[in-house]
């Protein structure tokens, strides 16, 4: 065998004991859940938005990031639950570049998970303690979610991962609702799949033990675009797109069917100054259609502080060092427009 054993990782219980959750984000995360809830159960009619950096890799950074979201979330109460994206884990194609703060809690810095561990769980706590908004976070590797299974009000499943049947059998675990997102290919089936599955009660091996799971009935889908055989990017946003998805969703009798619309990824060819744009024609096809209107519960898009994005080592503070993203002016322009045109959709 060539692993060379560095450090043993602490258990969640010991991370949870050393950071516990203050009772009071316990009661605001059980509020934002039940709403959160509602919308997915077709009881709420306001629209779901996923939002911030592509990845979280500053504290500072994102601590004022979502304050700043806090501000506008109460303006737009009425028709947008605001979920703020704290991704402390990022999937590498090739296995090169920052892998997250999880890895790396200095991402100029050598990696160190035992710090990582707590590194995300401190910001977290501090977000929400700040905010008053809970966060989504993707679960690369299900075997990290423990570590903030406490806190967190959303959950997504990547392209990369919504294949695998550890993912869907974690998924089917969990009593918050879980994003799954189509594969970089765009086979849809495998999507509904992947949302079937988690739907579904499983015996299997978790966390070291042999467990039982009920199937998560909020378990949905996330349309984020696919890549063709000569690297092109496909959308699935259009209009025609979400009537034909929508049909054949309708067709599998899943528990809380549920679209949400990643506006960049491969809907936006990676141009994240598109995902306004794509934004608004998702709002106004819902208009159009009854069936939408129900199905399509809210979108996801990719924002930080200061649009665009740098190298890992730069010194721009609240600029992404993964992909892109929409900087704070254009950030706050979409979300209090999307709430005019949600109000008169």
């Given at each position: 065998?060539?692993?060379?054993?560095?450090?043993?990782i602490?258990?969640?219980?010991?991370?949870?004991?050393?950071?516990?959750m203050?009772?009071?984000l316990?009661?605001?995360?059980a509020?934002?859940?039940?709403?959160?809830l509602?919308?997915?159960?077709?009881?709420?009619?306001?629209?779901?938005?996923?939002?911030?950096?592509?990845s979280?890799?500053n504290?500072?950074a994102?601590s004022?990031?979502?304050s700043?979201?806090?501000?506008?979330?109460?303006?737009?109460?009425e028709?947008?639950i605001?979920?703020?994206?704290?991704?402390?884990n990022?999937?590498?194609?090739?296995?090169?570049g920052?892998?997250?703060?999880?890895?790396?809690?200095?991402?100029?810095?050598?990696?160190?998970?035992?710090?990582?561990?707590k590194?995300?769980?401190r910001?977290?706590?501090?977000?929400l303690?700040e905010?008053?908004?809970?966060?989504?976070?993707?679960?690369l590797y299900?075997?990290n979610?423990?570590?903030?299974e406490?806190?967190?009000?959303y959950?997504?499943?990547?392209?990369?991962?919504v294949?695998?049947?550890e993912h869907r059998l974690?998924?089917?675990?969990?009593?918050i609702?879980?994003?799954?997102?189509n594969?970089?290919?765009?086979?849809l089936?495998?999507?509904?799949?992947?949302?079937q599955?988690?739907q579904i009660?499983?015996?299997?091996?978790?966390?070291?033990w042999?467990?039982?799971?009920k199937?998560?009935?909020?378990?949905?889908?996330?349309?984020?675009?696919a890549?063709?055989h000569?690297?092109?990017?496909?959308?699935?946003?259009?209009?025609?797109d979400?009537?034909?998805?929508?049909h054949?969703y309708?067709?599998?009798?899943?528990?809380?069917?549920?679209?949400?619309?990643d506006?960049n990824h491969?809907?936006?060819?990676?141009?994240?100054?598109?995902?306004?744009r794509?934004a608004?024609e998702?709002?106004h096809?819902?208009?159009?259609s009854?069936d939408?209107?129900?199905?399509v519960k809210g979108?996801?898009?990719?924002?930080y502080l200061?649009?665009g994005?740098?190298?890992v080592?730069?010194?721009?503070?609240?600029?992404?060092?993964?992909?892109?993203?929409?900087?704070?002016?254009?950030?706050?322009?979409?979300?209090?427009?999307?709430?005019e045109?949600?109000?008169?959709?």
């Amino acid at each position: 065998m060539s692993f060379t054993y560095l450090q043993k990782i602490p258990t969640p219980l010991q991370i949870s004991a050393m950071m516990p959750m203050p009772d009071k984000l316990k009661a605001i995360k059980a509020k934002r859940d039940e709403d959160i809830l509602k919308v997915l159960k077709g009881k709420d009619s306001r629209l779901l938005l996923i939002i911030g950096p592509c990845s979280a890799d500053n504290e500072d950074a994102l601590s004022e990031y979502v304050s700043r979201l806090s501000v506008l979330q109460n303006k737009v109460k009425e028709k947008l639950i605001l979920i703020p994206r704290i991704y402390t884990n990022k999937p590498r194609t090739t296995g090169l570049g920052y892998k997250g703060m999880l890895h790396q809690p200095k991402a100029t810095g050598d990696p160190d998970i035992s710090k990582g561990i707590k590194a995300i769980r401190r910001m977290h706590l501090r977000v929400l303690s700040e905010s008053g908004l809970t966060a989504a976070d993707e679960m690369l590797y299900p075997g990290n979610y423990p570590y903030l299974e406490d806190i967190l009000s959303y959950v997504t499943i990547g392209a990369r991962s919504v294949e695998n049947q550890e993912h869907r059998l974690t998924v089917s675990g969990l009593d918050i609702p879980v994003g799954m997102k189509n594969p970089t290919s765009g086979d849809l089936n495998v999507l509904l799949n992947s949302a079937q599955a988690a739907q579904i009660p499983h015996t299997f091996i978790y966390n070291g033990w042999e467990v039982k799971t009920k199937g998560n009935a909020y378990a949905h889908c996330i349309l984020r675009g696919a890549i063709n055989h000569y690297g092109q990017s496909i959308p699935n946003y259009h209009y025609e797109d979400l009537i034909n998805f929508t049909h054949a969703y309708q067709k599998r009798n899943l528990a809380n069917p549920a679209i949400i619309v990643d506006t960049n990824h491969a809907n936006s060819d990676k141009n994240f100054r598109e995902q306004p744009r794509i934004a608004e024609e998702v709002i106004h096809s819902l208009a159009k259609s009854k069936d939408l209107k129900n199905m399509v519960k809210g979108l996801m898009v990719e924002s930080y502080l200061v649009e665009g994005s740098q190298n890992v080592g730069g010194k721009v503070f609240g600029q992404s060092i993964t992909d892109p993203c929409l900087g704070w002016p254009d950030t706050k322009e979409l979300i209090l427009r999307l709430a005019e045109k949600v109000e008169h959709s």
